[in-house]
C-alpha cells in the first residue's frame, strides 16, 4: 500500500474534528473522499500532508511512518498537496509559482524537463507563464496549483476540492486533467463537494460524516448504495 492512515484522530483544541479514520491508497488508484460541510475531508487531507499534527492514530507511505514529520519533509517524500481554495502566490508570475513546487528539489536539469512538462500539460500557462497570478482566472489558477504540485515530482498527489466554484466546462476539464495524470502512474486522493464527478473519477472511496468513516467501498459500488445516492448525489 503506497500511503496509510490507521486510526487517525485530529483535534481542534477541544473539538474533534476527526475521530479513527483509516483510509488506504493503492498505488496507482484514485481514492475519493466524501461528504458534507465539516465532515471533515480537508483535515483529513491535512493530516495527510503534515499541515496539522494528529492526536493520535499513525500515517504510513510505503510502510514507513510519517506523522511526526513536518509539511516540507512529506513533500519530499512524495506527496504534493493541491489545496482547498487553490492558494497560489497571486503577486508572483505563473512561472515563479511553478517554480516555488521545486523548491526542493537539486536536480535542476529534470526540474527545467519537468516545467516544460506542465507547459505541455497546461498550454494556457506557458501563454501566461510571466502573467501574474492574481491577473487569470479561477480555472487558470486551478491549473497552476496543479501544475505547482506536480513540480514536486510527487509520488500521491492529493487534491481538495479542485472543481469548487468554476463554470461546468471547466470542470470537465479538470476532471479529464485528473484522469489523466493518473493514467501516467501518479496515485491520487481526491476530496470532492461535487461527489457525483468523484465517484466518477475514483476507483475507491470513502464516506465521512461528523468526522467518521460512515462506509467505504469501490466507487462503483457506493454510487448506487441508496444512502449515498439520497445523501450527496440528490437522487
Known sequence: ???????????????????????????????????????????TLRAMSGMIPVASGEILFEGKRIDHLPAHKIVAHGIAHVPEGRRIFKEMTVEE???????????KDAVEDDLE???????????????????????????????????????ILLMDEPSMGLAPVIVEEIAQIVEEI??????VVLVEQNAELALELANHAYVLETGNCAMEGPASELRGNEHVRAAYLGL
Open 1 to 43: 500500500m503506497l500511503l496509510e492512515m490507521k486510526g487517525i484522530a485530529v483535534n481542534y483544541g477541544k473539538i474533534n474534528a476527526i475521530r479513527n479514520i483509516s483510509i488506504a491508497v493503492p498505488e496507482g488508484k484514485i481514492v475519493t473522499i466524501i461528504g458534507g460541510n465539516g465532515a471533515g475531508k480537508t483535515t
Open 97 to 107: 509559482n511553478l517554480r516555488t513546487g521545486a523548491f526542493l528539489r537539486r536536480d
Open 117 to 155: 512538462d506542465v507547459f505541455k500539460r497546461f498550454p494556457r500557462l506557458r501563454e501566461r507563464r510571466t502573467q501574474r497570478a492574481q491577473t487569470m482566472s479561477g480555472g487558470e489558477q486551478q491549473m497552476l496549483a496543479i501544475g505547482r504540485a506536480l513540480m514536486s515530482n510527487p509520488r
Open 182 to 187: 493518473n493514467a501516467n502512474g501518479l496515485s
